[in-house]
Structures are given as structure tokens and as C-alpha cells.
């Protein structure tokens, strides 16, 4: 009696412990079907997905587009140097009133400064011995006319006499055009210099301030320089591996950081033909039209250039460029339901809004996600 108890008991535990074993082994074959079906989505590999419904993302074609070849370069706003005109005095002395200042818009015949020259004082000076040289030598030519009238004075006499007068008048015209260019005025002697500008235009550079002294012309800087800023220079660096992808006669767009979202048009106007030979750089000058004044020399500038040649360029939606970690990503098909990650450089945009792509293994024809941000985010969900 005994032993059959003992029997049942040890066969009761014996199917009680191979039940648990059951329980164990489906519950290991469920996690790991649950892992197999995982990994079927997303593969060890990194960069590399498999997809068991890749219908769920819709795909883009690359592209293969005749562009024109597109350059960007730094640049800065100056001022266009047929339009700009050095003031400097041709006589010394002292400043004694200053009537303008750097970034003051000026007029043609507008007085900038006054200036005390003994220089114009000499000049002046020199003028006045002319005056009296002259009015002597003319009464001793009309008194040689009489004489010679009445046989009292001979012809090379008289002739004599009528050279003193034209040099005279000579000297007296030299002395006179001096002292007008030094900015005096003949018949007031005791007037200073009065320095006025050349031209209309904005003031760009003052190296002057109230009474200063200012030294001859031979060894001093202009005092102003002016300028017309109603058409100005954008003078960029391109470097030496890119010279020849720029034109004279290409059009630029020229953008600010002073005026953003506004776009500047120009043409390339001239190639530097020297390289700077610590940046291997050549000046392009781009010539821009600017009516309103609002561009300002020593702006910075970016321009972009758009060559009359065109180059054979893979185009894509700009939605399938997803930018991670400064850099540019796209999801290529490899192949059914396979995509894998794939770097890029891009090379802007096109007129209508597609992406250049510059390099990389892509070929035209060859299918992408059209939503890269859509598929990363999808693909990070499924991660979890």
C-alpha cells in the first residue's frame, strides 16, 4: 500500500516537472521567433535594412540633368575705382575748419575743408609780382610804339618791348591758374584753401582731422577719398582648381548676411590674372548695380556663380537628403526590400527645388527613399 502511494506521488512530480520543461521550451521558441522576426527587419549590418514591407515607403529615381556648372566664393563689397576720386591739396599748411567726415554724402563743388598755406600765400604772392611785371612792361611797350610812330625808335626796339609784354601776360596766367588750383581765389589774396569736391558721391576714407597739418603732396596720403556707390565691386577669392569653371560675362547672385533672403544679380566683370601666392587664389570681380545705396563697402558677401557651360549632374528630391552629424544621407535600394545608407555631397539646388549630387556610388535610374527623414525615423522606432 505504501509503495503504491510512494508510486503515484513520484509520478505526479515527474509529469509536474515535465510540463514545466513544456512551459520553459515554448516560452524560449516564442522569444526567440520574436528575435527572428526582428532581426528580419533590421540586419546586424550597420547602415543596411531589410524591410518585409518595403511598398510601406514610397521611391524616388535619380536623375541625369545637362547643369550649369555652379561655384560658390567668399567675397567683400568695395567701391568701383573708376568711380572713385582721391581729394588731396596741393599745398601745406593747417586745417582750420573741417565741414565733412567719413560716410558724409557730398556734392560736386561742396566744400570739405579750409585749409592756412603759406604754400598759396607764395602762390599768391607770385601772382600779384606777375600783376605789376606786366603793367610795366606795358606802358614801356606803349611809350616804344610812340617813339617808333615818330622815327625815334627803332623796329628790333619796339620788337623788344612787344616780347616783354607777351611774356608778361604769360607769367601773369601761370600765377593765376596756380593759385586756382590750390584752391585760392586771385583777386583775395589773404583767402586760405579752400579744398571742394571733385565729384558727387559718398566719403569712403578721411585721413585728415581739424587743425592738423598737412603735408606737401609728394609725401602725403590723399585726405578724402570719394566715391560712387551706385555701382560697386564684389571681389572674390576662387581658388586656382576652380578658375576655370568661371567666365568673364557669367552671372553671380550675390547674397548678404545684412539683407537675408534677398539675392543680388551681377556679372563676372573681370579675372585677376595673378594668384595670391599664399591662398593660390585669383580676384573674380563681380559688377553690381546699386541704385539704393544699401550696399556698403567692407560688407561680406557670398556669391554663387552660374557658368554658361553645363556638366552632366545626378538630381534628386531634396525630401530623400536627410543631414545627420554635419554631413548629407539618402537611402538607396539595393535590392527587394533591402535599402542601405549612403553618404553624399551635395552641389545645390536646381530651379526647381531638386538636390545635385556632386560624387558618390549612386548612378541615374537607380531607386532611393523618397522620405529619408520618414524611413530614419521609422527605422529608429523598430530599433526599440
Given at each position: 500500500m505504501m509503495r503504491n502511494m510512494m508510486r503515484k506521488r513520484s509520478l505526479s512530480l515527474a509529469m509536474l516537472w515535465s510540463a514545466?520543461?513544456?512551459?520553459?521550451?515554448?516560452?524560449?521558441?516564442?522569444?526567440?521567433?520574436e528575435a527572428s522576426s526582428t532581426k528580419s527587419e533590421v540586419t546586424l549590418e550597420p547602415g543596411v535594412f531589410n524591410i518585409e514591407q518595403p511598398e510601406t515607403f514610397k521611391l524616388a529615381r535619380i536623375e541625369s540633368r545637362a547643369l550649369p556648372i555652379v561655384l560658390t566664393a567668399n567675397g567683400t563689397v568695395s567701391p568701383d575705382v573708376t568711380r572713385t576720386i582721391h581729394v588731396t591739396s596741393l599745398g601745406s599748411g593747417r586745417v582750420i575748419e573741417l565741414k565733412a567726415?567719413?560716410?558724409d554724402q557730398v556734392r560736386k563743388g561742396q566744400e570739405l575743408l579750409t585749409i592756412s598755406s603759406s604754400d598759396l600765400g607764395?602762390?599768391?604772392?607770385?601772382?600779384?609780382?606777375?600783376?605789376?611785371d606786366e603793367e610795366l612792361s606795358r606802358?614801356?611797350?606803349?611809350?616804344?610804339?610812340?617813339?617808333?610812330?615818330?622815327?625815334?625808335l627803332a623796329e628790333k626796339d619796339l620788337q623788344v618791348a612787344q616780347g616783354t609784354e607777351d611774356k608778361a601776360k604769360v607769367d601773369i596766367q601761370t600765377a593765376m591758374q596756380r593759385v586756382r588750383l590750390m584752391g585760392g581765389d586771385p583777386d583775395h589774396p589773404a583767402s586760405p584753401i579752400q579744398l571742394r569736391a571733385p565729384v558727387s558721391g559718398t566719403i569712403v576714407e578721411q585721413n585728415v582731422a581739424g587743425f592738423e597739418g598737412i603735408k606737401s603732396l609728394d609725401n602725403s596720403p590723399s585726405l578724402f577719398t570719394i566715391a560712387?556707390?551706385?555701382?560697386?565691386?564684389?571681389?572674390?577669392?576662387?581658388?586656382?582648381?576652380?578658375?576655370g569653371t568661371v567666365q568673364i560675362g557669367d552671372s553671380a547672385d550675390i547674397r548678404l548676411n545684412a539683407f537675408p533672403g534677398r539675392v543680388f544679380r551681377g556679372k563676372v566683370g573681370d579675372i585677376s590674372r595673378v594668384l595670391d601666392p599664399s591662398t593660390r587664389a585669383a580676384k573674380v570681380r563681380v559688377v553690381l548695380s546699386n541704385t539704393d545705396r544699401s550696399l556698403r563697402p567692407g560688407m561680406y558677401a557670398v556669391a554663387t556663380f552660374r557658368s554658361r557651360q553645363s556638366q552632366?549632374?545626378?538630381?534628386?528630391?531634396?525630401?530623400?537628403?536627410?543631414?545627420?552629424?554635419?554631413?548629407?544621407?539618402?537611402?538607396?535600394?539595393?535590392?527587394?526590400?533591402?535599402?542601405?545608407?549612403?553618404?553624399v555631397h551635395t552641389n545645390g539646388q536646381t530651379e526647381d527645388g531638386q538636390?545635385?549630387?556632386?560624387?558618390?556610388?549612386?548612378?541615374?535610374?537607380?531607386?532611393i527613399v523618397l522620405n529619408a527623414l520618414e524611413f530614419s525615423t521609422a527605422m529608429a522606432d523598430r530599433k526599440k
Open positions: 514545466s520543461l513544456l512551459a520553459v521550451f515554448n516560452t524560449s521558441c516564442s522569444r526567440a521567433t567726415r567719413l560716410g607764395a602762390a599768391t604772392a607770385d601772382y600779384q609780382k606777375a600783376r605789376a606802358k614801356a611797350l606803349d611809350r616804344a610804339q610812340l617813339l617808333y610812330s615818330h622815327g625815334a560712387d556707390l551706385s555701382q560697386v565691386w564684389i571681389l572674390c577669392d576662387v581658388y586656382e582648381n576652380d578658375l552632366d549632374r545626378l538630381v534628386i528630391p531634396s525630401t530623400a537628403i536627410m543631414r545627420l552629424q554635419d554631413r548629407d544621407w539618402l537611402f538607396w535600394k539595393e535590392g527587394p526590400g533591402r535599402f542601405r545608407q549612403i553618404e538636390q545635385q549630387i556632386q560624387d558618390g556610388p549612386l548612378q541615374a535610374g537607380q531607386e
